[in-house]
């Protein structure tokens, strides 16, 4: 599977920003999608999950109450609502699908897209 992010960009503190993941070349029902970022001189982390069926969710506690993975089958995308933005949440997000496993392992992902910029200010 292909996958394509978009919809990062510069919002201040406390704005909203929702990301677009497009998926391709493979069977979207199968796959496990989920979000990572990388902040500038740190690891990669893991930021939320969502199942095969879309009933099921995981969050980073980081971001619990103010971030929604959701995904659409019938359009083969996956996005990320991130409200009440933080300064912290600056980082290039990800989008990620795996096959195998359960959505809250939050490890193992196969399938990377390129990342793309959220930048937060204060």
């Known amino acids: 599977v292909q996958l394509q992010a978009s919809g990062g960009g510069l919002v201040q503190a406390g704005g909203s920003l929702r990301l677009s993941c497009a998926a391709s070349?493979?069977?979207?029902?199968?796959?496990?999608l989920g979000w990572f970022r990388q902040a500038p001189g740190k690891e990669r982390e893991f930021v939320a999950a969502?199942?095969?069926?879309?009933?099921?969710?995981d969050y980073a506690d980081s971001v619990k109450g103010r971030f929604t993975i959701s995904r659409d089958k019938a359009k083969y995308t996956m996005a990320l609502q991130m409200n009440n933005l933080k300064p912290e949440d600056t980082a290039v997000y990800y989008c990620?699908?795996?096959?195998?496993?359960?959505?809250?392992?939050?490890?193992?992902?196969?399938?990377w897209g390129q990342g793309t910029l959220v930048t937060v200010s204060s």
């Open positions: 969502i199942s095969r069926n879309g009933f099921g969710t």
């Open positions: 070349g493979g069977t979207f029902s199968s796959y496990i």
């Open positions: 990620a699908a795996r096959n195998i496993g359960h959505y809250s392992d939050r490890s193992q992902y196969d399938y």
